[in-house]
C-alpha cells in the first residue's frame, strides 16, 4: 500500500518514495537542553515517533538522528539575545556542560515514559564542532559569507532560492526585514542572514578555535552539519516544529544546499503545537508542563500519548490545564477521558475470546481500512476512531507497533492455569448438584473448590475456573 505525506517544500501531499529501495533517512530536530521538555515540545518528538514508527511499519529500514543541542542556540532564534545553555547555567549556578548532561538525561526519561523509541543516533552539538567548521570553511571558499566583528554570516543575497520552504507572504515579510531582533549586529548586511560562528564572545564558557576566531557555532549550522555526516548530503525526511519553518530550518537549507549544489531533504514534515491554556496559581508561576507534573498529578504519561493519537499532527491540539494550589500538580479534563478510556482499553484488549473479527476475511478487511489511513499522511484520528469502531482486541494489537501503547505488557491475556483432577473432579459434581437444583450441595461443593485454591463461576458456556 503506497504511503503519502504531507511535504512542506511542495505543500502537497505527495506518495513517499525513499532514495533506496526499502531503507529511510530521517533526521529530526532535537531539544535544546536548557531545561525540562514541556509536553508541548514532546507533542512534536511524539508526532516523530509516529512518523518513524510508521514507516517501519510499512516495512522500511529507518535510521533515526535526532540531534541534542547543548550550545549556540540564542534565546531568539535569530541570533540575537544570549546562548540559552549560559543562562540557565546562570540560573541553577552550574556550568554549562553539568546544565546540559542533566537536561539531556531527563530528556531521554521523558521519551522513555511517553514508549517514545530512542532515535538511533542522538549527536550532541559540542562533539561536532569539528563538522561545523568543516561546512562553515566550504561555504567561505564559495563565497557565500562574510564577517563582523561579532562572527562570521552566511549572506542569504548570494542564495537565489533562499526561503523556499516558507510561504510565499512569510519570505516577503522576511526579506523586508519585518523581524524584529534587539541587538542587531551593525554590520550584518541583510536582515535575514544569520550566524554561522560566533565570535568576540568573550564571557561565553563554551568556546572553540576556528578560522574566524574563539568561539562556537550558530544553532543552524549544527542541524546541517550533524544530518549530513549520519544520512548524507541528500536524505529522504526532516522533521521539526512548525515554528522551524521560517527560520531555523529554512537556514538549514541554505547553508546545506549552498555547500554541496545538491538538493538537501525530499520530505518536510513539521508538528503542529499544543495550544496550552494554563490556569495558573501564584505558586504555579514559571512552572512548566512537564511529563514529571502529569505523573505527580496521578496521570499515566501514555494518557497524554494517547490524547495526541487524537489530534492529527498538522492541527493545533488545545489543551487546558489546571494547577492545583501546590503549584505542582493539575489537572485536565481532556486527559481525565484519555486515561479513562486506556484504561478501558487495556481491559478490553486483554479479553481476546470474544473478539468480532473471528472471520479472516473480516479481520484482514477491517485491517487495510486502519492501515489505510495510517498510510495516508498518518490520519491517526482516523485510524484510532476505526479500531474502536471494530474493538477487536486483535486488531488493536496489531497496529500497536505504531501506537505504542504497550498492551503487550499492560494488557496481558489472562492465561488460565489448569486446574488439578480433583479440582475438576469436585467442579464436576458441583454441576451435577446444580442440574439436579441441589444448590445447597452446589454451594458446598464451590466451598471446597475456594479452599483447594480456586474460584469457580458460571456463564453461558459453563463453569469457569480461576485462581483465588
Ligand atoms: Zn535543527
Redesign the pocket.
Known sequence: MDLTLYNTLTKTKETFEPMTPGRVGM?T??PTVYNYAHIGNLRTFLFEDLLARTLRFNGYDVTHVM?I?DVGHMTSDADAGEDKMETAARRENKDPWQIARFYEAAFVRDLERLNIRRPDVLPRATEHVEEMIALNRQLEEKGFTYQTREGLYFDTSKDDDYGKLMPRLDRDNQLVGAREAVNVDPEKRHPGDFVLWFGNKPGHIMQWESPWGVGYPG??I??SAM?MKYLGETFDIHC?GID?IPV??TN?IAQSESATDKPFVRYWMHAAFLNLGTKKMAKSAGSILTVQALIDSGYDPLAYRYLCLQAHYRSPLEFRWTWNEDGKTGRAQSLDTAQATLQRLYERVSHAEDDPLANETAYTQAYNEVLGYLNDDIALPQAVATLHTYNSPRLWRAFDPVLGLDFESRAKPRVEEAAPEDVLALVEQREQARKAKDFARADALRKEVAALGWEVADSPQGPTLKRR
Open positions: 533526521y530536530c532535537g540531534n543541542t544553532w543552524h549544527e542541524c544530518s521539526g522551524h531555523h530550518n538549514e
